[in-house]
């Protein structure tokens, strides 16, 4: 493997630093740049990166569990809340004389700190249909193994261009997200999504101490 990365340090003895993924800890890595070579040192360490939930094709792909309460048919099925489809399929998230509460559950697989979410109502025909929206909601999480109250429950008394959007007081450590929505009799959500933040660990060939501004050339060897 071999690619150029443009670094800039070099000024007021600052120095710069890149970092090479998808390698094992015997790959050897080094940056060159005219007659000067640094080399890479394997390390590992925790970043937090942002988070939304995957684009889902299923209830329990690509990753994370989608579980609820009820739905209506195939083209209604939980997943279709997440699965990022274009305004005007029919596909959605639907419940029909099922009971007037009615919620769905995503499930991490992992801790996430939640910050917000975001409601989308159902779209068809050119207009978002506000006669199935929820009229409330209640978010629950799995803190700990215990699924808790985040919300209390929230009137949705308008929605900005077919949106919702909320953001919580404070930020939640969970495993898993649950959103309780009051419901008409016939109920259709176009889409969720969840917004946070979630800890990674990751591996990798760190090089350092680069203080020449410009175009270096790295390289990776197979141990």
């Not at 274009?86 to 992992?110: C, P, V």
């Not at 919580?168 to 176009?190: M, W, Y």
Request: aromatic share 12%.
């Amino acid at each position: 493997m071999s690619l150029s990365v443009k670094t800039q340090g070099g000024t007021g003895g600052m120095t710069a630093s890149i970092f090479v993924t998808g390698l094992t800890e015997t790959d050897t890595v080094t940056a060159t740049k005219g007659g000067k070579a640094v080399r890479g040192k394997w390390i590992t360490e925790e970043k937090i990166a942002s988070y939304s939930i995957p684009t889902m094709t299923s209830n329990t792909t690509p990753e994370g569990t989608v579980t609820a309460s009820a739905y209506r048919d195939d083209i209604s099925a939980p997943f279709h809340a997440f699965d990022h489809h274009e305004k005007g399929e029919l596909l959605r998230w639907a419940t029909y004389n099922q009971g007037l509460s009615q919620w769905i559950q995503y499930d991490f697989g992992k801790t996430v700190s939640i910050s917000s979410f975001e409601l989308e109502l159902f779209y068809y025909n050119g207009v978002y249909d506000t006669a199935c929206a929820p009229t409330a909601v209640k978010v629950q999480a799995v803190i700990d193994g215990v699924l808790e109250d985040v919300t209390e429950t929230i009137t949705i008394s308008s929605w900005d261009n077919g949106l919702f959007t909320y953001e919580l007081p404070n930020s939640v450590e969970a495993t898993a997200i649950r959103f309780v929505f009051t419901v008409p009799n016939d109920f259709k959500l176009g889409r969720i999504q969840v917004y946070g933040t979630v800890r990674e660990t990751v591996s990798g060939h760190e090089i350092t101490k680069i203080k020449d501004y410009g175009m270096w050339t790295v390289t990776a060897t197979n141990g």
